[in-house]
């Protein structure tokens, strides 16, 4: 069972950039797709991006380029850098094993945007 | 693109059927076999329950099922018991290879 655990910063101040981590374990990071979703307190869930183990990706329109997605393959993890944050970034972002249908997800991290 | 419209809520006694729906557009639900649900407990991370429409991952129970006509996809939920009292989220791919979630359900057992 692939277990995926997300990492970064709590809190980010608007304009600045909000950067995540997450660590794969129990299964090879080199076969799948993975995919960063969120969920803004009380509200429902948001697709933000995926990437391949091979570096394609693919963006949420509505983040109007703000997001990149990254892999790295030799250490299990993969990223999430979305620039120009506002309070509407605050949620709970959730990383997750595949695209379009999420099998494995970690517990989510919840990130604050405020000064 | 427009999340999902799902019914805000959803209840019904232990043993009972429930039905879910997610009414999307011609543009994503009724475009593609490709909707997903997943079960949300309070403070945890969401469960994927539906795959492609009708397709259950394994260790999930086969008390739930998917399934879809036209614009809508359907989650029914047979035998409902109090441990399925969750959020229940539905998932499509769009035209625009982009992905969309339903607006969500909270489902009361009585």
């Known amino acids: 069972q692939v277990q995926l655990q997300e990492s970064g910063p709590g809190l980010v101040k608007p304009s600045e950039t909000l950067s995540l981590t997450c660590s794969v374990s129990?299964?090879?990071?080199?076969?799948?797709?993975w995919s960063w979703l969120r969920q803004p307190p009380g509200r429902g869930l948001e697709w933000i991006a995926y990437?391949?183990?091979?570096?394609?990706?693919n963006y949420n329109p509505s983040l109007k380029s703000r997001g990149t997605i990254s892999i790295d393959t030799s250490n299990s993890q993969f990223s999430l850098k979305l620039t120009s944050v506002t309070a509407a970034d605050t949620a709970v972002y959730y990383c997750?094993?595949?695209?379009?249908?999420?099998?494995?997800w970690g517990q989510g991290t919840l990130v604050t945007v405020s000064s | 693109q427009s999340a999902l419209t799902q019914p805000a809520s959803v209840s019904g006694s232990p043993g009972q059927s429930i039905t879910i729906s997610c009414i999307g557009t011609?543009?994503?639900?009724?475009?593609?076999?490709?909707v997903s649900w997943y079960q949300q407990l309070p403070g945890r991370a969401p469960k994927l329950m539906i795959y492609?429409?009708?397709n259950r991952p394994s260790g999930v129970s086969n008390r739930f099922s998917g399934s879809k006509s036209g614009n809508t996809a359907s989650l029914t939920i047979s035998g409902l018991q109090a441990e399925d009292e969750a959020d229940y989220y539905c998932?499509?791919?769009?035209?625009?290879?982009?992905?969309?979630f339903g607006t969500g359900t909270k489902v009361t057992v009585l």
């Open positions: 997750a094993s595949g695209a379009g249908w999420y099998a494995n």
């Open positions: 129990g299964g090879s990071i080199s076969n799948s797709y």
């Open positions: 990437i391949h183990y091979d570096g394609r990706t």
């Open positions: 011609s543009s994503d639900v009724g475009a593609f076999g490709y």
């Open positions: 492609d429409v009708s």
């Open positions: 998932n499509s791919y769009t035209t625009s290879n982009s992905y969309v």
